[in-house]
């Protein structure tokens, strides 16, 4: 096809039914490999005399410009694959009749049509990168990279307009241009053509910002395609859009296939710089062009590849006016807008599963645990706490987000199934650190947790409000030698413990220090700001705990004291005692002239509380009582009872209800 | 430590023979003891043996020994058991008990084995142990009592002392083994009749007597200030919480049976669907001429469900009942001492 393009002259009718035919083949192409895969040859023998009558029909584009590659690949894929199996003795018996008799047929068939392309199928052999069980699509990318390079290289005597139209053909000659996409890649680009490519598409998208006369969609039929009138809008059929994800695409799986330790993957880190500013451009151009679900796709592919990082000359820029950090201000409107589209899973979400090769469950995942790291950062405890509370809940946090393979070792795991899992991994530079996000969801379940605690200490019904906290807290208990904490986990319990006693210096001392420091809080940007929004947060906590705990004792305690024994301000210490006494979480007055909280004194006592217990036990016991009788007493034992309750209803009419059950099941005979 | 009981009541049965021979044969039905008297010794000997070795909540038992005149019980003499230690693994108590006893002959002792002794903690001694230890021992001396010492309350002012026996009803069902539901309400048992109280009384030897009175002279009477704390309310708070376990239990026990019931239930259903299917298959195979299915046995297709014992779920409500008697004793004083404290104030004030 390489060739082709450049021959000038006109328009060439042909070129229209080129692209078409090739697409039949193609098409067929990869039927044949899936018959491949699935050892089903009498459809491999089918599907090969449908690609020799095809290609007939080609014939007529192929003797201008000679067998295109792709085509050659599969023969000589086929042909390998044949001999394969007809090597393996043990196989050919154990298949069924027809399959061992289109196996003959198709080998002998395959040896007499190669003959004719000898040549060409010896010349791809030695081509190193030839190899590997490929994709059609593969190929086409792969022809359109050289015919790139081919392109660029040739000079363009016609002028402007035609090089517009030539580099339009090109981009109607990719395959993801005619709507496809979502096939399966196992191969990636070499370094060259990947680089190749990302130059050609800019260079798109500089023809197509300059030339605003310009439509390119998807809902362009080729028919109302105007390639000629230049007085009308130029019409394309094909979709830059599906291109560059693509192109996205292609970059993920180099980053998946590389090892992560290596140099290579830094190299190649810094091209992502390039497929970022190549995204924002197609997506600038897109809002004023595309459709809505166009601009959502575009956001999509931003959206994925900044969510999960932060920027820290992208986040300069934009300080003056966002003043927050660019992580959170782009999710927020970006996310929305994908969440508008995609917020439960319908179709458009399909859609997004079809772009992306990681299932939306994980984005999801992974979307939901970077806002909850950003709402800690900003201070934002509760939130963080809720948003990261089902991850962490379920013990499989390394899967939800897609940063390792589940360890099924019981069930058998072919190869298949192996690589559809990595595929659906995230790329090792967007993992997120595990370890951080278990301690930011300790970190504010403790901020949360233990000033509840010390609140609802008597009362019966407690409600958890994390439980993984309790676990590690019980597990901590459980220990017969408590010694220095040295784990993050072991950090956090002993902070707990320190703050349940209302001593704030030993929890800040236990959340902020060298290891912690080492561990988690030097991976967040602005990592003193995240630090003096902690202490911030642990002093609050602590003087509401103090004061849950020992209001019982005081009478009075003067808010000086407090704003002294806990280094905070006395109009912050006067805030938060208003705002419990407001919410009805302590008991008592502040008096203004001398600044002191004066205690009410009203809550029931150790004993008192105890008794309420009791009194609770008591009901449910005689509750339990009362429902042996009503099965006792069946029919009218309960039926006159109190009708609130359900379930008593229920077992009044048992009897009752148990004889019309038997009368249905005997009808039903 | 109850089985240690059972082993060594089969030894003094027969030192105890002799007792009972001489002992007027009780009406049946009738318990044999109508009273205990017990000797200040006694008393002096059991709390002493508390304070010695049993701090915490730990229980300390020891033997009785005396004599059943007509129909009342004397206790002479006891002597504790020592605390079993992992060191006399090879303890034998049948072999303590024998050479306490025999000692205690020669130095012309009463030696007869009357009943045992324990001390409790909060009042909750209503256990399984408690009753299989009392049942041995009633089994084989008829007029056998448990002392049950609440070295609590005496520190709180009176001396708990009290007798128990085990009413012959839930003899005869423990000698059944029988715990089954239908054999309780046979018998009849509730929890009010499982233990009878034996009122007891503390007599002395005239020369003791005497002594006592020349002491009283001597020396000035200790003020007894414990009668009048007022600080009750870890007492009361102990007892609650050990309430407060018994009720959870007997919600549990409740449970329980609840299931048991509608499990019975359940499973009659459906043995009577399976009935009906197999009458109706039978029809069916009658009008076709076919020879009709054998009858199978129900019991192996429907193995129905254990019934719970219930013998747990009456030692909990004793125990409840006995957490009642106790914090009702204790609040009423206290409510007494309350007011009175009150009255002084505002009498002084």
Redesign the interface.
């Known amino acids: 096809m390489g060739p082709d393009l450049v021959r000038g002259g006109g328009l060439d009718p042909l070129l229209t039914r080129c692209g078409r035919r090739f697409e039949e083949l193609t098409n067929l192409i990869k039927t044949i490999r899936n018959a491949m895969k699935i050892r089903d040859v009498t459809k491999c023998l089918e599907e090969f005399e449908l690609l020799g009558k095809a290609y007939g029909k080609a014939k007529s584009i192929v003797d201008k410009e000679g067998v295109p590659r792709f085509y050659v690949r599969i023969l000589a894929d086929l042909e390998q694959y044949l001999n394969e199996l007809w090597e393996d003795k043990e196989g050919k018996k154990k298949m069924n009749k027809n399959n061992a008799k289109a196996l003959s047929t198709l080998r002998q068939k395959i040896r007499k049509y190669n003959r004719d392309y000898e040549s060409q199928i010896s010349s791809y052999r030695q081509v190193p990168g030839g190899a590997g069980g490929s994709s059609s699509s593969e190929d086409d990318d792969d022809g359109e990279g050289m015919s790139a390079a081919a392109f660029l290289k040739k000079k363009e005597p016609s002028g402007d307009s035609r090089s517009k139209f030539l580099k339009k053909m090109e981009v109607r000659a990719l395959p993801g241009v005619r709507g496809g996409g979502g096939i399966a890649h196992v191969w990636q680009f070499p370094p060259e053509m990947w680089k190749k490519c990302l130059e050609s598409i800019d260079e798109l998208l500089d023809m197509l910002f300059a030339n605003p006369n310009i439509f390119i969609g998807e809902n362009i039929l080729e028919e109302s395609e105007n390639l000629s009138n230049f007085e009308q809008p130029l019409r394309v059929r094909g979709c830059i859009l599906t291109l560059v994800e693509r192109m996205d695409e292609e970059f993920t799986k180099i980053m998946q296939n590389t090892d992560p330790h290596s140099q290579e993957y830094v190299d190649h880190l810094k091209d992502e710089g390039r497929v970022c500013g190549i995204i924002g451009r197609v997506q600038s151009y897109l809002q004023e062009k595309g459709t809505t679900e166009e601009i959502c796709r575009g956001y999509l592919r931003r959206v994925l590849h900044t969510y999960y990082k932060f920027d820290y000359k992208a986040h300069q820029r934009e300080q003056g006016p966002a003043g927050d950090s660019k992580v959170l201000t782009p999710p927020t409107p970006l996310s929305a807008a994908v969440g508008r589209r995609g917020a439960v899973g319908g179709r458009p979400w399909g859609g997004a599963g079809r772009l992306s090769p990681l299932s939306p469950q994980i984005l999801y995942n992974r979307t939901m645990v970077q806002l909850g790291i950003c709402a800690f950062r900003q201070g934002m405890t509760k939130d963080a706490h809720n948003a990261l509370l089902d991850i962490q809940s379920s013990g499989r946090a390394k899967e939800l987000l897609g940063q390792g393979l589940l360890m099924r070792s019981l069930q058998e795991r072919n190869q298949e199934q192996e690589k559809i899992e990595k595929r659906r991994q995230v790329p090792f530079h967007m993992h997120i650190n595990l370890e951080l996000l278990e301690c930011v969801y300790l970190v504010s379940a403790m901020l949360l947790e233990i000033p509840y605690m010390a609140a609802h200490e008597f009362d019966a019904r407690r409600r958890m409000i994390s439980k993984q906290f309790h676990h590690q807290l019980r597990v901590g208990e459980r220990q017969p030698l408590l010694g220095p904490p040295e784990s993050m986990r072991e950090h956090v319990v002993a902070a707990s413990k320190a703050m349940k006693m209302g001593d704030w210096r030993t929890c800040h001392r236990f959340i902020i220090n060298e290891k912690m420091n080492g561990k988690v809080w030097d991976l967040f940007p602005e990592a003193d700001k995240v630090r003096t929004m902690l202490v911030r947060k642990i002093q609050e906590e602590s003087l509401r705990t103090y004061l849950f705990t020992y209001s019982s004792v005081y009478d009075s305690i003067s808010m000086e004291i407090l704003s002294d024994m806990f280094q905070l301000d006395l109009p912050t210490v006067h805030s938060i005692i208003s705002k419990m006494i407001i919410n009805e979480e302590l008991m008592a007055s502040l008096d203004q002239p001398t600044q002191t909280v004066v205690m009410h004194r009203t809550e029931p006592?150790?004993?008192q509380n105890?008794?309420l217990?009791?009194a609770e036990?008591?009901g449910?016991?005689v509750e339990?009582?009362e429902?042996?009788f009503d099965?006792?007493q069946g029919t009218y034992g309960g039926y006159f009872r109190d009708q609130k309750d359900g379930y008593r209803k229920n077992e009044g009419g048992?009897m009752r209800r148990?004889g019309y059950?038997?009368q249905e099941?005997?009808a039903n005979? | 430590m109850a089985s240690r009981k059972e082993t060594t009541v089969a030894a003094s049965t027969g030192s105890s023979a002799a007792a009972s021979k001489a002992r007027s044969k009780a009406a049946p039905g009738d318990s044999a003891v109508k009273q205990v008297q017990i000797d200040g010794l006694v008393v002096l000997k059991i709390i002493k043996h508390y304070q010695e070795e049993g701090q915490g909540n730990e229980v300390v038992q020891g033997v009785l020994l005396g004599l059943v005149v007509d129909d009342r019980l004397e206790i002479t003499n006891c002597f504790p058991f020592p605390q079993h230690t992992e060191d006399d693994a090879d303890f034998d108590e049948v072999q303590y008990q024998m050479e306490m006893m025999r000692s205690l002959r020669h130095v012309n002792i009463d030696h007869l084995h009357v009943g045992w002794y324990q001390s409790t903690y909060y009042g909750s001694f209503v256990t399984r142990a408690l009753l299989d230890s009392q049942f041995s021992y009633q089994h084989a001396i008829e007029e056998s009592v448990v002392l049950i010492y609440d070295p609590i309350k005496t520190a709180q002012g009176s001396l708990s002392l009290k007798a128990y026996r085990l009413t012959p009803k839930l003899m005869e069902v423990c000698k059944e083994k029988d715990f089954s539901p239908e054999a309780l309400k046979k018998a009849n048992v509730a929890f009010e009749h499982m233990f009878e109280e034996v009122p007891i009384i503390i007599k002395n030897s005239y020369l003791i007597n005497v002594m006592l009175w020349e002491l009283e002279k001597k020396s000035a009477v200790a003020d007894k200030h414990e009668l009048l704390s007022l600080a009750g309310?870890n007492h009361?708070?102990k007892s609650?919480?050990l309430?407060?376990d018994r009720?959870?239990e007997?919600?549990q026990d409740?449970?329980k049976?609840?299931t048991y019931?509608?499990n019975t239930?359940k499973q009659q259903?459906q043995k009577?669907?399976y009935q009906?299917?197999r009458q109706?298959e039978n029809l069916q195979r009658q009008s076709r001429g076919e020879p009709p299915l054998p009858e199978e046995d129900m019991s192996k297709l429907f193995k129905p469900p254990q019934p719970p014992a219930r013998m747990d779920s009456l030692l909990i409500a004793g125990q409840i009942n006995t957490y009642c008697q106790n914090i009702k004793e204790f609040t009423a004083q206290n409510l007494g001492k309350l007011f009175m404290a009150q009255a002084l104030q505002e009498y002084n004030n």
């Open positions: 006592t150790a004993l105890m008794a217990q009791l036990k008591l449910n016991l339990n009582n429902r042996v099965h006792k048992y148990g059950r038997q099941r005997q005979y | 309310s009361l708070g609650l919480q309430l407060m009720v959870d007997m919600s409740i449970v049976y609840n019931l509608r239930s259903q009577h669907q009906q299917r109706q």
